[in-house]
Structures are given as structure tokens and as C-alpha cells.
């Protein structure tokens, strides 16, 4: 889940008796299932909570390039570098055609990214982690994106025609991404007992700050509620936690590695597994922005805008002179 | 030296280069000065580390030709070689510096490389001939890309002018060595195997002069061509630049051998 907490500006849910005839049309198309493109009308509080829930998901591919794109020049085989490198980029990819998806909704990239750099957007908790040994790189492949794909394959359902086209796109290449992170686990735990040991230490530090990716339990959250009302958030963080927690247990138990949880057990009359007490002040923390690399990643981000600043104005100036030239010699 | 000594020794000029320059590649990718350009950057890089393992597996086997059977995977030959026995170009170890400098590197880099493989398509060695095919139809795009882009940054602003024709500058002491052959080279170039070096300076030199005449950029005058003493990054005598960069590459394989990834 790449976008977490979306404010949606709303203080209650509003019943169709106090909608305009124009939200109760909105909704009972959202109600129907037909998607709402850019030139239809939309309430101007959906057209916002969209604009910031899909470039926090944009902001969150671009920043989530950091991490990995550390281990680009250390991977380990050929293979795994060449196979890295096609990730990262295809999270560049990724951030480009939502912020494309954003721009529909009349906001530009320019406007997005310096909000990035403001610190006004946000993007996912879950980057503000350090990747610190080549496990990681796994862990994130198998953890971060298992527990991305969990909430974006809803969303390829959503009310949002360019959104929802933009998730199915993307969850084909994150199910790759999904698939060589485990990979990566798999040869770990096959391997050296220090690469085993590796792979355990990974799990240990990206099990609950991947839980956390779903955001906080959202019963009470009335941001939740008018979110689902529009279908832009189809099933709750609680449900998708849950979902999450069921299919990656069995896979750790596959890698021979254990989840850092002593609470974490199969509960025979729920039909789930019950787990431990989540930390929440420590994602509070990391979504003000305290995290461990919070300030590394959008100092990172920054330097690479501002040293960039002078190639993007050249491009301008040479664009500028060839159409200048044109219309002389036209 | 044996004609399949001399074909590894050939095999592994080719193969490092291409592994070199996509490792410093690999270090934009997250930090370009525009979205596309990180993705652009990052598909130049992934196309020479293709082009790199294709090389490094034919040198496994010619090397297992001569060495009883027993010839280097490409994860051996790129990480556990020392600086000393890699075989790249000195310009391509160079390192990043701003976006002029890698578009300078590139620059020269690709036209050169793209008249190398139209040679080596035409190579006897039919393997040679099918990987330099492969590879000619990505290279052909980056030399587009990277000659685009001196044109921009040399006639864009003044400040990107300055910047870029310090680029041209400083990078090209190390393009002679582009053009120089030693007896690995003669040994193949007879047989028609590898392609002759020395015939691609003029075609080189008649492009570079082409774009940089665009980008209102001049080469500079005076310069003493790294390596034309017959050491150079082709014989395995670096830069100091080639020696923090593969401490980075190749440390995991180093700090945990025989481990598996």
C-alpha cells in the first residue's frame, strides 16, 4: 500500500437526502460501477482526495527507488543486478504514469513534486527504512510488494478511470517484482548459515513496518469511510492486513524463517491467524517524518531536482532555439 | 599467445567496458535530473550489461578451450578479477561527475562502440558476428540519445555550455585508446575475427566533429592521449577511478565466497 492516512477533507458521511442532485447523479454512477473519467463531473473533494492519494502513491514509487537503487552497484551476480536495475526502473515507470494519472485531475508534476519536496505530500512509512544488507533487497521484493499488490489489485476496481487502469499496469510488474524478492529469499535461506542468518535478520526488521503499510485500523476512520463510499478504497487496512498476514505466513514457514511475533498463531474458530500488538506510535512517528531515513530520502530526492535544475533549463533554452530557428526559415 | 588466448584477451576488452560503464550507470538510476531521464539512463545501462554477459559467456568457453576444460562463469570473470586484469576502456571507468560529464563519456563512447559492432557484425567468428548484431540495434539508440543531448547541454544555456565543454575536455585524453591496436588485436584482425581499430578514428572523429560543430563545442588542442604509450585500460593499467568502484561491485562475492545468490 503506497498510499496511507488520505485525508478526504470529510467530517461525516453525507446520506443521498443531503446531497446536490449533481453528487447524488456522481454517486449512484460509483454505486453502479461505471467509471468516472477526468472531463465528467466529479465533487471537488473527490477530485482532491485523489490528487493527493495517487501522487502519494507516484511520490511513493519515486522515493521507493532509493532504497533499492542503493544495492544497484553491490548485487551480488550479474543477474541479480540486471534484474534489480529493471525493477528500479520500472518504479520510475511507475511513478511516471501515475503522476500522469494525477495531471487528469488538473494538477501538474511540477506542482506534485515541489509538494514532495515540501513536505506537504507524503509518500509511503515504508521507505523511511534503511536497506542495510543484500536480504533486504528480498525482504522488500517479497514483504513490501506482496503487501503493495495486496491493495492494489482492489484498486484496479476503482471509481477512477485512469487510476484504476494506471493499478492494472502496475500490479503485472509488481507481481514480478513480488516473485524475484522471494527468489532472493529462497537462495538465502538455501544457502550459507550466515546467509541464512541474513535472511532471518531482514524478516526481523521489515515484518512490522510492513504491517504498518496498511495504515491504521480504520473502523472509526471517517477519511476510510467516504473513501470506500467513492471506490477509491475498496477493502479496509484491517481487512487487508489480515489477507496479507494469511498469505506471507505460509511462505515464511516455506523459507524455514520465523516472523518476529510470539503472538502470531493460526486461530482454528476465527479461521485466521491472530497476531500481536502493533507499535502505532512508531508509524505516527515515521509519517511525521522521524523515521531512520526520512531525512536522508528527501534530501536525496532534493539534490537530485536541484542538480538537475541546469540540464532541465538547457533543454528549455535548445528547445526554445530550434523552435526560434524553425520559424525563421519557415 | 594463442589465437584463443588472444580471442579471451579480445572477448574481455569487450565484455568490461560494457560491465564498467553499466555499473556507472547503475549509480544515476534514482538520481537523475528528470524522471525520463532516470529511465532512459537506466535502459542504456541495462542494455550494456546484456551485452556484457553475452561476451563474458563466450569467454568462458573459449577460455575453457585452453585451460583444460575449464573456463570462468561471467559472475567469476566480473567479480573476482582485480583491477589489474580488467580490460575496459579508461573512459568508461570515469566517474559520473554531473550530467555533462556522463553525456560527454556516453558520447564518445557510443559512436565509437557503434562502428566497433558494425565491424564485428561482419566478424568470421560467427558468434562474435551474432552477439555484435544483437547489440548494434540498442547501441544505435544510445548514440541518438547521447548525441542529442551534447547538442542540447552545448547549445542550451550558457551555463550548460561551459559545463558540457568542460566535459568534451577533460574526457578526451582517453579517447585514443579507442583507436590503438597491440598484438592481441593484430593477432585477430587478420583473420578477419576482430575489427581493426585504427580504421574507425576518421568515421569517429568526422561524427564527433559533426555534433560537436552543432553543439557550438570544440575539441581541445594539446592533448597527450592516455595509454598511446601501449598501457592503457585495454593492457589493464587504470585509473585510480576503477579501484573504489569494483571494491563496491564485488565485495558481497568477496566477504562471503563460494556463497550462492
Known amino acids: ?78 543477474q541479480r543486478k540486471a534484474i534489480l536495475m529493471a525493477k528500479v526502473q520500472d518504479e520510475a515507470g511507475h511513478g511516471l504514469y501515475l503522476y500522469c494519472a494525477a495531471e487528469t485531475l488538473g494538477v501538474s508534476r511540477d506542482q506534485m513534486v515541489a509538494d514532495l519536496h515540501s513536505g506537504k505530500a507524503k509518500y509511503s512509512s515504508i521507505f523511511n527504512y534503511p536497506t542495510l544488507t543484500w536480504a533486504d533487497i528480498g525482504a522488500i521484493g ?34 514480478f517484482h513480488q516473485r524475484q524478492g522471494f527468489d532472493i529469499m529462497i537462495k538465502l535461506c538455501r544457502g550459507t548459515p550466515e546467509q541464512k542468518a541474513m535472511a532471518q535478520d531482514a524478516l526481523n526488521r521489515w515484518w512490522w513496518p510492513s504491517l ?61 491467524y491472530d497476531f500481536g500488538a502493533i507499535d502505532w506510535s512508531e508509524l505516527y512517528e515515521v509519517v511525521k517524518g522521524n523515521g531512520p531515513c526520512n531525512r536522508d530520502r528527501l534530501r536525496a530526492r532534493v539534490e537530485a531536482w536541484e542538480n538537475g535544475a541546469w540540464v532541465r ?12 530557428a524553425a520559424e525563421k526559415a519557415a | 599467445m594463442s589465437d584463443d588466448r588472444s580471442l579471451f584477451e579480445y572477448l574481455l576488452r569487450l565484455a568490461d567496458s560494457d560491465l564498467i560503464l553499466a555499473q556507472r550507470l ?45 573456463g570462468r562463469s561471467e559472475d567469476e570473470l566480473a567479480f573476482l578479477r582485480d583491477a589489474g586484469e580488467f580490460r575496459n576502456l579508461m573512459l568508461v571507468e570515469q566517474p559520473n561527475g554531473n550530467y555533462a560529464d556522463t553525456m560527454a563519456r556516453q558520447f564518445y563512447f ?11 557484425a561482419e566478424s568470421t567468428d560467427a558468434r562474435i558476428a551474432e552477439i555484435a548484431s544483437k547489440a548494434l540495434k540498442e547501441v544505435r539508440y544510445h ?7 551534447v547538442i542540447r547541454l552545448g547549445d542550451g544555456t550558457d551555463e550548460s555550455h561551459r559545463k558540457m565543454q568542460a566535459a568534451i575536455d577533460g574526457l578526451w585524453m582517453y579517447t585514443g585508446e579507442m583507436f590503438d591496436v597491440d598484438a592481441v588485436d593484430l593477432a585477430l584482425i587478420d583473420g578477419g575475427i576482430a575489427c581493426d581499430a585504427r580504421a574507425l578514428a576518421a ?44 571494491a563496491q561491485m564485488q565485495w558481497l562475492q568477496r566477504a562471503y565466497p563460494g556463497a550462492r545468490w
Open chain 1, 313 to 324: 533549463e538547457a533543454a528549455l533554452a535548445h528547445a526554445a532555439k530550434r523552435a526560434a
Open chain 2, 203 to 246: 568515421p569517429w572523429r568526422q561524427r564527433v566533429d559533426a555534433v560537436l560543430d552543432e553543439a557550438t563545442l570544440r575539441l581541445p588542442t594539446d592533448v597527450w592521449m592516455q595509454g598511446s604509450n601501449g598501457r592503457g585500460g585495454k593492457q589493464g593499467v587504470h585509473t585510480e577511478h576503477i579501484g573504489p568502484m569494483l
Open chain 1, 142 to 175: 517479497w514483504l513490501v510488494d506482496g503487501a503493495a499488490i495486496m491493495n492494489q489489485i482492489p484498486l484496479c476496481r476503482c471509481s477512477f478511470g485512469p487510476y484504476s487502469r494506471a493499478m492494472i499496469r502496475v500490479c503485472k510488474e509488481e507481481s
Open chain 1, 1 to 78: 500500500m503506497y498510499a496511507q492516512m488520505v485525508d478526504t477533507g470529510a467530517k461525516k458521511l453525507r446520506s443521498p437526502e443531503e446531497m446536490t442532485p449533481e453528487e447524488r447523479a456522481f454517486q449512484a454512477r460509483v454505486d453502479a460501477d461505471i467509471k468516472i473519467e477526468p472531463k465528467d463531473w466529479m465533487p471537488e473533494a473527490y477530485r482532491k482526495t485523489l490528487i493527493r492519494q495517487i501522487s502519494q502513491h507516484a511520490h511513493s514509487e519515486i522515493v521507493g527507488m532509493l532504497p533499492e537503487g542503493n544495492w544497484i552497484t553491490r548485487a551480488p551476480t550479474l
Open chain 2, 110 to 120: 557510443d559512436v565509437w562502440h557503434e562502428l566497433l559492432l558494425r565491424g564485428l
Open chain 2, 26 to 70: 547503475g549509480e544515476w538510476v534514482g538520481h537523475g535530473p528528470v524522471l525520463e531521464e532516470d529511465i532512459a539512463t537506466t535502459n542504456v545501462g541495462l542494455d550494456l550489461l546484456g551485452q556484457s554477459r553475452l561476451w563474458f559467456a563466450y569467454a568462458g568457453e573459449v577460455e575453457a578451450r585452453f585451460n583444460d576444460g575449464s
Open chain 2, 143 to 149: 548514440g541518438d540519445r547521447s548525441a542529442d543531448w
Open chain 1, 212 to 272: 504498518m503499510m496498511f495504515g491504521p485500523p480504520d473502523a472509526s476512520s471517517v477519511h476510510s469511510a467516504q473513501s470506500a463510499q467513492w471506490k477509491i478504497k475498496i477493502l479496509s487496512n484491517d481487512e487487508l492486513r489480515q489477507r496479507f498476514i494469511e498469505q506471507t505466513v505460509p511462505q515464511a514457514d516455506f523459507l524455514g524463517i520465523t516472523m518476529p511475533d510470539p503472538d502470531l498463531k493460526w486461530n482454528p474458530e476465527r479461521g485466521h
